[in-house]
């Protein structure tokens, strides 16, 4: 059995790792409040908490630990990599990363998933090296992404495949004696990580596909979308495209960015292109 440490925030791959075999899972430094925090003190697994700006305790908690193989998985900060390849020369160190790829390396990939329309979601279980997010692929899991996808369930889906992704990783590794380099990331590559504009829109000057696409992508409670309308600014979390023909009837002579119905705790509003958006709030 080879010794694993995990570190970061999400569980999503704790039960595979804690099943499995071949793997002794020694412990556990985790985001002070995160679901792997949880999760590993359910389990009575030896935990070390961090705060989320801690850095430099988090990294003293690994460089303290003894083990053979790290994985990390949703850290917020790039690790000293090269330094504890020195330091030790025959660890592995991994990274769970909730996207295909090289598409959409950075901080947060499912927002831009859904932000630029992108065809599958997945989650890949790479080497890490000096950058983020390149290193050569251990194993992957993708799937299409359909429209009835909103972020939430993204989020939901994510921890399934961070899972799937981690039985094909440590397969792979039993089966190779963990003697492997990984495969080299192919394709083309994007990055994205949330910026305050990529969250805010002018339903005036917005068509309806791209405030639709936009709203969606930050369609969770701890973030939402501001759609700024000719008389006020409203925080959107899901927005749907109407198409009855009397409302369209009714409001014709409507300007964009106007208000045109307020239904429960929405607004249906008239977008650039003329189209009618329903914008949950």
Same mark, same amino acid.
């Given at each position: 059995?080879?010794?694993?440490?995990?570190?970061?925030? &999400?569980?999503?791959? !704790?039960?595979?790792?804690?099943?499995?075999?071949?793997?002794?899972?020694?412990?556990?430094?985790?985001?002070?409040?995160?679901?792997?925090?949880?999760?590993?003190?359910?389990?009575? $697994?030896?935990?070390?908490?961090?705060?989320?700006?801690? /850095?430099?305790?988090?990294?003293?908690?690994?460089?303290?630990?003894?083990?053979?193989?790290?994985?990390?998985?949703?850290?917020?900060? /790039?690790?000293? +990599?090269?330094?504890?390849?020195?330091?030790?020369?025959?660890? $592995?160190?991994?990274?769970?990363?909730?996207?295909?790829?090289?598409?959409? #390396? %950075?901080?947060?990939?499912?927002?831009?998933?859904?932000?630029?329309?992108?065809?599958?979601?997945?989650? =890949?279980?790479?080497?890490?090296?000096?950058?983020?997010?390149?290193?050569? *692929?251990?194993?992957?899991?993708?799937?299409?992404?359909?429209?009835?996808?909103?972020?939430?369930?993204?989020?939901? *889906?994510?921890?399934?495949?961070?899972? /799937?992704? @981690?039985?094909?990783?440590?397969?792979?590794?039993?089966?190779?004696? $963990?003697? @492997?380099?990984?495969?080299?990331q192919q394709g083309k590559s994007s990055y994205?990580? #949330? #910026?305050?504009?990529?969250?805010?829109?002018?339903?005036?000057?917005? =068509?309806?596909?791209?405030?639709?696409?936009?709203? #969606?992508?930050? %369609?969770?409670?701890?973030?939402?979308?501001?759609?700024?309308?000719?008389?006020?600014?409203?925080?959107?979390?899901?927005?749907?495209?109407?198409?009855?023909?009397? !409302?369209?009837?009714?409001?014709?002579?409507a300007k964009p960015g106007t208000i045109l119905?307020?239904?429960?705790?929405?607004?249906? +509003? &008239?977008?650039?292109? %003329?189209?009618?958006?329903?914008? /949950?709030?």
């Amino acid at each position: 059995m080879k010794r694993f440490l995990l570190n970061g925030q &999400r569980e999503s791959v !704790l039960d595979v790792l804690a099943a499995h075999p071949a793997v002794d899972l020694v412990g556990c430094v985790a985001i002070s409040g995160s679901h792997l925090e949880r999760a590993a003190l359910e389990r009575g $697994l030896p935990t070390f908490v961090y705060g989320a700006r801690d /850095k430099s305790a988090a990294l003293a908690a690994v460089e303290s630990l003894a083990f053979d193989i790290l994985v990390s998985i949703g850290c917020p900060w /790039k690790l000293p +990599v090269i330094r504890w390849h020195q330091n030790w020369p025959d660890a $592995l160190m991994l990274n769970v990363h909730p996207s295909c790829l090289p598409r959409l #390396r %950075g901080a947060h990939p499912l927002n831009g998933a859904l932000l630029f329309n992108e065809p599958f979601i997945g989650a =890949s279980v790479h080497f890490m090296d000096e950058e983020f997010d390149t290193g050569a *692929l251990l194993a992957q899991c993708c799937i299409e992404r359909t429209d009835d996808l909103d972020l939430p369930l993204l989020y939901a *889906l994510s921890r399934l495949l961070e899972a /799937k992704a @981690m039985e094909a990783a440590l397969d792979a590794l039993v089966a190779n004696d $963990l003697i @492997m380099t990984g495969t080299p990331q192919q394709g083309k590559s994007s990055y994205y990580t #949330r #910026r305050a504009e990529d969250m805010q829109c002018e339903a005036a000057s917005t =068509s309806s596909d791209e405030l639709i696409r936009r709203v #969606r992508a930050f %369609g969770i409670s701890s973030q939402g979308c501001t759609v700024f309308l000719a008389d006020r600014a409203i925080v959107a979390f899901d927005a749907q495209r109407i198409t009855n023909p009397f !409302l369209y009837e009714q409001f014709r002579e409507a300007k964009p960015g106007t208000i045109l119905l307020t239904c429960d705790r929405g607004y249906f +509003v &008239r977008t650039s292109d %003329g189209a009618i958006v329903y914008l /949950k709030c």
